[in-house]
C-alpha cells in the first residue's frame, strides 16, 4: 500500500512496584525504560514514517479521554500519534519517572486501544501494534476481557508484552531459575522470590490474550525486559525496498527478453545530515554563506561567478572546460540496455575481478510468460555448462555503459540471472612481486602441520550434537561499527549535551570479536607455533668507521666498495621491480625515472642528463612550493649519480647557470631550500675530474647569501611596484 505506516503505543507500567529490584540488580522499571529508549531510538535513526505514542499507568496524575465517574484512573497519556523525534528520547530520559500508585494494565491496554483507534482515523496504516510494558504487580479487573478481546480483533490491533520473567516460569512454588529473574522483583519487597498471586493471576489473563487473537504462536510475543534491551542495542536503519529496473535483456539483433532488475546487495551510506549552524542558538537560520571569487593578487580582486570557468589539471597546465565542452565531452548512448556480448566459463571470470558496488538480480518481466520461458532456458543453459554471460549494462542515459557478467542462480523458489560489474583495462592494476619461495627458508613438515592445525582451529563452523556443522560467524548479521558508533554519539549527544561521549558498547566490541570458543581452540595451535618458529632479535650490527671516515680522508678502494653496497641494495628495491620498462624522464616521479635510466644504461649519461633538466625547468615554470621541492629532489638525484659516475662537469655547468638565472626569474625562494638543502658543486675531493675545489665549492652558496645581504633595498623604498615588473 503506499505511503502504508505503522501506528504504535509504547504503554509502560510505572507504579511504585515497578522500582523494586534486588541489591546490585536494576529494577524492573529501569529495564522497561531501556526498552522504550532503545524502540525509539531506532525508529528515530530509522527515518522511518511510523508513528509513535507513549501512554503511563500507575502514575500519581490522570490524563486521558475516558477518565470519567472514577474509570480509567492513574493512566496518563504522555505523547499522543506522531512521528518520533529526539524531543521524545529527551522527555523520556528526564520525565518518566517511577510513581507511587498503581494502574490497571487492562484498563490502560483499553485506553490505548482507544488512542490508536481515534487517532489513526483517515490515516493509511497497514499494522496497529500496542506494546505493553509491566511487572504485572497490580490489581486487574477481567470482567470486561472478552470485549477487549473482541474489540482488539475487529480494530486489528496486535499487542505485545514486555515482562520481567519468562512466561514459562510460572509454577505455583515460584520454582525455576530464580537467577534468571534476578534482575526484576517477583514480589513486593521480595525480589528473585518467586511470583506473587497477582502476577500468577495477571499472567494467566495474559495468556488468555494473546491465545484468543488471531496470531500463530501468540506467546512467541511476550518477551522479557533483558531480552528486549538487547535485541533493541542495535540500531536498524530502514529496509528499503528496491526499485525495480525494467530493461531488454538482447542477445544479437533477433532475441529479446523482457526483464526487471533489483539490487540485491549494494553499499549502504550514511545520509549526509551535516549542517552548519550558529554555534549559540544552534539554528541554521541565524547563518548565511556567501561564495567569493578571488583573483590571486595582491588586492584580491573580486570575479564574479560567471566570469570563472572548470579547468582539468593536465599535467602542469590547465585546459579550460565550459559547461559546453563539458556536456559534449561525455559519453553519448542510446540509453539503459542489458546486451549480452558473449558468454564465457565460469572459471575464467575470476572472484577479485569482480569490482563496482552492488549486485544486481535479473528476473523475467512482470505478468510476462514468454520472457519467464525464454530467461529461464538461459539461466538454465548457463548452469549446465558452467557458463557467464558477458554483458553491457547502462542503467539510463546519464550514466556511463559497463561491462559485467550474469551468473546463473538457481534456488528452491525462484531463479535469476546475478548481474556483477567487470573491470575495464585502466581499472587493472598489474604489480609484479619476487616470488616467496627461498631454499634458505624452506618450511620443514612439522612447521608446515603446525600452521595447518591453527587454520583448523580457526575455523569459524562448529558440529552440534547431530554432528551438522553451523556457521559461528553470520556477517549478514553483523553490523556496520560505523553507524552504530554515529548514532550512538548522535543520541548520546542530543540527550545529554555539553557531557563526554561513551565509550564503544560492549555488545558491539564483542560482535566484532572473535567467538569465545575459536579464542580458546587457538591457545595449543599458537603456543605448538610459538615453539616450531622461534623468533630471535636480531641485533643491528654498528658501521666500523675506517681510518679515511676519522681523518676526512677517503680512498679509491672504500668508494668502489660502496658503490657495489648501494648497487647491491637497489637490485633489491621493490618499487625498481615494480617501475617496470622506463624509457624516458617523466613528469610524474622524474628523480626515480632518472635513476632508473641511468641505472639500465640504455642512454648515454648526457642525454639522460638532459632529459632532467629539461624536467627541472618546466617544474621550475610553475611557481610554487610544492613543485619547487620538487626540483630539489631532482637536483639530488643529478648530483648522486653525477658522483657515482665520476661525471661531475654535466651537473656543475647546470647547477652554475642555474645561479645565474636566479634573479631574473624570480625564483629566490627556490634558491633558499636549496641552500637550506646543502646542495653545492661538486668539488675535486669527490670526483677526481671536477675543477671546482673544495672551498669554492663551499663557497657557492655562502656568496650567495652574503650578496643578498649587502644588496638588500632599504625598508623605506617605495618604488612603484610596476616600474619593477617592467624592469625585471
Same mark, same amino acid.
Given at each position: 500500500?503506499?505511503?502504508?505506516?505503522?501506528?504504535?503505543?509504547?504503554?509502560? &507500567?510505572?507504579?511504585?512496584?515497578?522500582?523494586?529490584?534486588?541489591?546490585?540488580?536494576?529494577?524492573?522499571?529501569?529495564?522497561?525504560?531501556?526498552?522504550?529508549?532503545?524502540?525509539?531510538?531506532?525508529?528515530?535513526?530509522?527515518?522511518?514514517?511510523d508513528?509513535?505514542?507513549?501512554?503511563?499507568?500507575?502514575? &500519581?496524575?490522570?490524563?486521558?479521554?475516558?477518565?470519567?465517574d472514577?474509570?480509567?484512573?492513574?493512566?496518563?497519556?504522555?505523547?499522543?500519534?506522531?512521528?518520533?523525534?529526539?524531543?521524545?528520547?529527551?522527555?523520556?530520559e528526564?520525565?518518566?519517572?517511577?510513581?507511587n500508585?498503581?494502574?490497571?494494565?487492562?484498563?490502560?491496554l483499553?485506553?490505548?486501544?482507544?488512542?490508536l483507534?481515534?487517532?489513526?482515523?483517515?490515516?493509511?496504516?497497514?499494522?496497529?501494534?500496542?506494546?505493553?510494558?509491566?511487572?504485572?504487580?497490580?490489581?486487574?479487573s477481567?470482567?470486561?476481557?472478552?470485549?477487549?478481546?473482541?474489540?482488539?480483533?475487529?480494530?486489528?490491533?496486535?499487542?505485545?508484552?514486555?515482562?520481567?520473567?519468562?512466561?514459562?516460569?510460572?509454577?505455583?512454588?515460584?520454582?525455576?531459575?530464580?537467577?534468571?529473574?534476578?534482575?526484576?522483583?517477583?514480589?513486593?519487597?521480595?525480589?528473585?522470590?518467586?511470583?506473587?498471586?497477582?502476577?500468577?493471576?495477571?499472567?494467566?489473563?495474559?495468556?488468555?490474550?494473546?491465545?484468543?487473537?488471531?496470531?500463530?504462536?501468540?506467546?512467541?510475543?511476550?518477551?522479557?525486559?533483558?531480552?528486549?534491551?538487547?535485541?533493541? +542495542?542495535?540500531?536498524?536503519?530502514?529496509e528499503?525496498?528496491p526499485?525495480a529496473?525494467?530493461?531488454?535483456?538482447?542477445?544479437?539483433?533477433?532475441?529479446?527478453?523482457?526483464?526487471?532488475?533489483?539490487?540485491?546487495?549494494?553499499?549502504?551510506?550514511?545520509?549526509?545530515?551535516?549542517?552548519?549552524?550558529?554555534?549559540?542558538?544552534?539554528?541554521?537560520?541565524?547563518?548565511?554563506?556567501?561564495?567569493?571569487?578571488?583573483?590571486?593578487?595582491?588586492?584580491?580582486?573580486?570575479?564574479?561567478?560567471?566570469?570563472?570557468?572548470?579547468?582539468?589539471?593536465?599535467?602542469?597546465?590547465?585546459?579550460?572546460?565550459?559547461?559546453?565542452?563539458?556536456?559534449?565531452?561525455?559519453?553519448?548512448?542510446?540509453?539503459?540496455?542489458?546486451?549480452?556480448?558473449?558468454?564465457?566459463?565460469?572459471?575464467?571470470?575470476?572472484?577479485?575481478?569482480?569490482?563496482?558496488?552492488?549486485?544486481?538480480?535479473?528476473?523475467?518481466?512482470?505478468?510476462?510468460?514468454?520472457?519467464?520461458?525464454?530467461?529461464?532456458?538461459?539461466?538454465?543453459?548457463?548452469?549446465?555448462l558452467?557458463?557467464v554471460?558477458?554483458?553491457?549494462?547502462?542503467?539510463?542515459?546519464?550514466?556511463n555503459?559497463?561491462?559485467?557478467?550474469?551468473?546463473?542462480?538457481?534456488?528452491?523458489?525462484?531463479?535469476?540471472?546475478?548481474?556483477?560489474?567487470?573491470?575495464?583495462?585502466?581499472?587493472?592494476?598489474?604489480?609484479?612481486?619476487?616470488?616467496?619461495?627461498?631454499?634458505k627458508?624452506?618450511?620443514?613438515?612439522?612447521?608446515?602441520?603446525?600452521?595447518?592445525?591453527?587454520?583448523?582451529?580457526?575455523m569459524?563452523?562448529?558440529?552440534?550434537?547431530?554432528?551438522?556443522?553451523?556457521?559461528?560467524?553470520?556477517?549478514?548479521?553483523?553490523?556496520?561499527?560505523?553507524?552504530?558508533?554515529?548514532?550512538? +554519539?548522535?543520541?548520546?549527544?542530543?540527550?545529554?549535551?555539553?557531557?563526554?561521549?561513551?565509550?564503544?558498547?560492549?555488545?558491539?566490541?564483542?560482535?566484532?570479536?572473535?567467538?569465545?570458543?575459536?579464542?580458546?581452540?587457538?591457545?595449543?595451535?599458537v603456543e605448538?607455533?610459538?615453539?616450531?618458529?622461534?623468533?630471535?632479535?636480531?641485533?643491528?650490527?654498528?658501521?666500523?668507521?675506517?681510518?679515511?671516515?676519522?681523518?676526512?680522508?677517503?680512498?679509491?678502494?672504500?668508494?668502489?666498495?660502496?658503490?657495489?653496497?648501494?648497487?647491491?641494495?637497489?637490485?633489491?628495491?621493490?618499487?625498481?621491480?615494480?617501475?617496470?620498462?622506463?624509457?624516458?624522464?617523466?613528469?610524474?616521479?622524474?628523480?626515480?625515472?632518472?635513476?632508473?635510466?641511468?641505472?639500465?644504461?640504455?642512454f648515454?649519461?648526457?642525454?639522460? +642528463?638532459?632529459?632532467l633538466?629539461?624536467?627541472?625547468e618546466?617544474?621550475l615554470?610553475?611557481?610554487?612550493?610544492?613543485?619547487?621541492?620538487?626540483?630539489?629532489?631532482?637536483?639530488?638525484?643529478?648530483?648522486?649519480?653525477?658522483?657515482?659516475?665520476?661525471?661531475?662537469?654535466?651537473?656543475?655547468?647546470?647547477?652554475?647557470?642555474?645561479?645565474?638565472?636566479i634573479?631574473?626569474?624570480?625564483?629566490?625562494?627556490?634558491?633558499?631550500?636549496?641552500?637550506? &638543502?646543502?646542495?653545492?658543486?661538486?668539488?675535486? &675531493?669527490?670526483?677526481?675530474?671536477?675543477?671546482?675545489s673544495?672551498?669554492?665549492?663551499?663557497?657557492?652558496?655562502?656568496?650567495?647569501?652574503?650578496?643578498?645581504?649587502?644588496?638588500?633595498?632599504?625598508?623605506?623604498?617605495?618604488?612603484?611596484?610596476?616600474?619593477?615588473?617592467?624592469?625585471?
Amino acid at each position: 500500500m503506499a505511503g502504508a505506516k505503522s501506528a504504535v503505543v509504547l504503554c509502560m &507500567d510505572v507504579g511504585f512496584t515497578m522500582s523494586n529490584s534486588g541489591p546490585g540488580e536494576e529494577s524492573s522499571f529501569d529495564l522497561a525504560k531501556k526498552v522504550i529508549q532503545k524502540f525509539v531510538q531506532r525508529q528515530v535513526f530509522a527515518e522511518t514514517k511510523d508513528e509513535l505514542a507513549l501512554v503511563l499507568f500507575g502514575t &500519581d496524575t490522570t490524563d486521558n479521554n475516558l477518565a470519567q465517574d472514577g474509570q480509567y484512573q492513574n493512566i496518563r497519556v504522555h505523547r499522543h500519534l506522531m512521528m518520533p523525534d529526539f524531543e521524545l528520547l529527551e522527555e523520556i530520559e528526564s520525565q518518566v519517572h517511577p510513581e507511587n500508585q498503581q494502574g490497571d494494565w487492562l484498563d490502560a491496554l483499553v485506553v490505548s486501544m482507544d488512542l490508536l483507534h481515534t487517532e489513526t482515523k483517515g490515516k493509511k496504516c497497514d499494522r496497529l501494534n500496542i506494546a505493553l510494558l509491566t511487572d504485572l504487580n497490580t490489581p486487574s479487573s477481567s470482567e470486561s476481557l472478552e470485549v477487549i478481546i473482541e474489540n482488539l480483533k475487529q480494530y486489528g490491533i496486535t499487542v505485545q508484552f514486555f515482562l520481567p520473567f519468562p512466561v514459562e516460569e510460572n509454577d505455583e512454588e515460584g520454582g525455576g531459575d530464580s537467577n534468571q529473574r534476578g534482575a526484576h522483583p517477583g514480589h513486593p519487597g521480595l525480589p528473585g522470590k518467586g511470583l506473587s498471586s497477582e502476577q500468577k493471576k495477571n499472567l494467566e489473563l495474559v495468556k488468555e490474550v494473546m491465545l484468543s487473537l488471531d496470531v500463530e504462536d501468540g506467546l512467541d510475543e511476550i518477551y522479557t525486559f533483558r531480552n528486549a534491551v538487547e535485541q533493541l +542495542c542495535m540500531f536498524k536503519r530502514i529496509e528499503r525496498r528496491p526499485n525495480a529496473w525494467p530493461c531488454v535483456l538482447t542477445i544479437g539483433s533477433a532475441l529479446s527478453i523482457r526483464i526487471v532488475g533489483y539490487k540485491a546487495v549494494t553499499e549502504e551510506k550514511l545520509k549526509k545530515m551535516w549542517i552548519t549552524v550558529d554555534a549559540q542558538t544552534n539554528k541554521k537560520d541565524d547563518l548565511k554563506r556567501e561564495t567569493v571569487y578571488c583573483l590571486d593578487d595582491d588586492n584580491e580582486t573580486e570575479v564574479q561567478k560567471d566570469d570563472t570557468i572548470q579547468g582539468f589539471r593536465y599535467g602542469s597546465d590547465i585546459v579550460p572546460f565550459s559547461k559546453v565542452d563539458q556536456e559534449q565531452m561525455k559519453y553519448k548512448h542510446d540509453g539503459k540496455c542489458f546486451a549480452v556480448l558473449g558468454f564465457a566459463k565460469q572459471d575464467l571470470v575470476q572472484r577479485h575481478l569482480f569490482m563496482g558496488s552492488q549486485v544486481i538480480k535479473i528476473f523475467p518481466g512482470k505478468d510476462d510468460e514468454h520472457a519467464g520461458v525464454a530467461l529461464s532456458a538461459l539461466i538454465r543453459a548457463l548452469h549446465e555448462l558452467h557458463m557467464v554471460a558477458i554483458v553491457r549494462y547502462a542503467y539510463d542515459r546519464r550514466s556511463n555503459p559497463q561491462v559485467g557478467a550474469a551468473f546463473p542462480c538457481i534456488k528452491k523458489d525462484y531463479e535469476c540471472l546475478l548481474y556483477v560489474q567487470l573491470p575495464f583495462t585502466e581499472d587493472l592494476r598489474q604489480f609484479p612481486f619476487p616470488s616467496l619461495e627461498n631454499k634458505k627458508l624452506t618450511p620443514s613438515e612439522t612447521q608446515l602441520s603446525a600452521v595447518d592445525a591453527l587454520i583448523d582451529a580457526m575455523m569459524l563452523v562448529e558440529e552440534d550434537e547431530n554432528g551438522e556443522q553451523t556457521d559461528l560467524l553470520k556477517p549478514h548479521q553483523i553490523p556496520n561499527p560505523a553507524f552504530q558508533r554515529h548514532f550512538q +554519539c548522535l543520541h548520546h549527544r542530543a540527550v545529554c549535551p555539553g557531557t563526554p561521549l561513551p565509550d564503544m558498547e560492549p555488545w558491539l566490541r564483542a560482535v566484532l570479536d572473535r567467538p569465545e570458543v575459536i579464542k580458546e581452540r587457538c591457545l595449543a595451535p599458537v603456543e605448538e607455533l610459538k615453539r616450531k618458529f622461534p623468533l630471535t632479535e636480531v641485533e643491528k650490527k654498528k658501521k666500523l668507521k675506517t681510518s679515511a671516515q676519522i681523518f676526512g680522508k677517503e680512498s679509491e678502494e672504500p668508494d668502489a666498495k660502496k658503490a657495489k653496497e648501494d648497487e647491491a641494495e637497489e637490485e633489491y628495491n621493490l618499487a625498481d621491480i615494480a617501475e617496470g620498462s622506463v624509457t624516458s624522464v617523466g613528469s610524474v616521479d622524474p628523480a626515480r625515472d632518472f635513476r632508473a635510466l641511468i641505472k639500465q644504461k640504455s642512454f648515454p649519461f648526457g642525454e639522460v +642528463c638532459q632529459q632532467l633538466t629539461h624536467r627541472i625547468e618546466q617544474l621550475l615554470s610553475n611557481k610554487n612550493t610544492q613543485y619547487y621541492m620538487k626540483s630539489i629532489t631532482c637536483i639530488q638525484a643529478f648530483r648522486e649519480q653525477s658522483v657515482k659516475l665520476g661525471n661531475a662537469d654535466l651537473y656543475n655547468s647546470y647547477l652554475q647557470s642555474l645561479k645565474r638565472s636566479i634573479p631574473n626569474r624570480g625564483l629566490e625562494v627556490f634558491w633558499d631550500l636549496l641552500i637550506q &638543502d646543502g646542495l653545492t658543486l661538486i668539488s675535486k &675531493d669527490e670526483v677526481e675530474g671536477s675543477t671546482i675545489s673544495k672551498n669554492e665549492a663551499a663557497q657557492f652558496l655562502v656568496a650567495e647569501e652574503k650578496k643578498e645581504e649587502v644588496t638588500a633595498p632599504p625598508a623605506e623604498d617605495t618604488g612603484d611596484v610596476d616600474d619593477l615588473l617592467d624592469m625585471m
